[in-house]
Antibody, heavy 119, light 110 residues
Framework: QLQLQESGPGLVKPSETLSLTCAVS??????????WGWIRQPPGKGLEWIGSIYFTGSTYYNPSLKSRVTISVDTAKIQFSLKVNSVTAADTATYYC???????????WGQGTPVTVSA | QSALTQPASVSGSPGQSITISCTGT?????????VSWYQQHPGKGPKLIIY???TRPSGVSNRFSGSKSGNTASLTISGLQTEDETDYYC??????????FGGGTKLTVL
C-alpha cells in the first residue's frame, strides 16, 4: 500500500522560502507509470495544482506559480521536494503531495501539511 | 490557466439524484477525456471517485457516475445518502500538459 508523508516547517516568514518534502513508501519512486505532484488548498478554498515531477527529473509547473516554484526528486532517499520562494500570506495553505498518472489521474494523496506564512 | 467552473453548492434529499457540472474550455475538458472527480470530507485529503470522465476506481460506489458533453463534464450521484454530504472537485488535463481543478462544490443532503 503506497504511503505519502509530507514534512516541513508549519510556519514560514513572509519573503522567505517554503520547503516541504514528501517521503514515499510502499512503491517505487522510479516507477515509469507515475508522476509525483504537489497540490495546495488555502483555508476554506479549493484545490490548486502546484506542479509535478517524473523520476527522471522532468518537471511541470502551474504557469501562475512557475517563477517561484522548484520541485526536485531524490530517488536514493525515495522522496521528492517542493520549494516556493518569496512567500506571502497568499501561500498559506494545506500542502498535499500526491501520485498521479501521465494524464493527471491522482490516485494517492498524502494526509496534507498546513503551512502558515506569517511574521 | 483558469480554474474550471463548478457551482458553489448543490443540494438534494436522501434517495434523490443530483448532478454537479464542471465547465472548462477547448484547451482542457473539450480536448481530452481526462476528467477526474474527487470527494473531500472536512479535514481529509481528497479521494478519487471518477477518472477518465466516467470510470470508477475499485471500491467506489456505483451510485457515482460521470459524463461529458463538449466543454462540460458532469458528476451524478444517485440514491443520495447523508454520507455524501461534503465537497466535490473536478479536474482536467490541459493542452499545455498541466492540471487544472474546479473551484469545488459543496453538496448538502437535506
Amino acid at each position: 500500500q503506497l504511503q505519502l508523508q509530507e514534512s516541513g516547517p508549519g510556519l514560514v516568514k513572509p519573503s522567505e522560502t517554503l520547503s516541504l518534502t514528501c517521503a514515499v513508501s510502499g512503491d517505487s519512486i522510479t516507477s515509469r507509470t507515475y508522476y509525483w505532484g504537489w497540490i495546495r488548498q488555502p483555508p476554506g478554498k479549493g484545490l490548486e495544482w502546484i506542479g509535478s515531477i517524473y523520476f527522471t527529473g522532468s518537471t511541470y509547473y502551474n504557469p501562475s506559480l512557475k517563477s517561484r516554484v522548484t520541485i526536485s526528486v531524490d530517488t536514493a532517499k525515495i522522496q521528492f521536494s517542493l520549494k516556493v520562494n518569496s512567500v506571502t500570506a497568499a501561500d498559506t495553505a494545506t500542502y498535499y503531495c500526491a501520485r498521479h498518472t501521465w494524464n493527471y489521474r491522482i490516485d494517492y494523496w498524502g494526509q496534507g501539511t498546513p503551512v502558515t506564512v506569517s511574521a | 490557466q483558469s480554474a474550471l467552473t463548478q457551482p458553489a453548492s448543490v443540494s438534494g434529499s436522501p434517495g434523490q439524484s443530483i448532478t454537479i457540472s464542471c465547465t472548462g474550455t477547448s484547451s482542457d475538458i473539450g480536448n481530452y477525456n481526462f476528467v477526474s472527480w474527487y470527494q473531500q470530507h472536512p479535514g481529509k485529503g481528497p479521494k478519487l471517485i471518477i477518472y477518465d470522465v466516467n470510470t470508477r476506481p475499485s471500491g467506489v460506489s456505483n451510485r457515482f457516475s460521470g459524463s461529458k458533453s463538449g466543454n462540460t463534464a458532469s458528476l451524478t450521484i444517485s440514491g443520495l445518502q447523508t454520507e455524501d454530504e461534503t465537497d466535490y472537485y473536478c479536474s482536467s488535463h490541459t493542452t499545455s500538459g498541466t492540471l487544472v481543478f474546479g473551484g469545488g462544490t459543496k453538496l448538502t443532503v437535506l
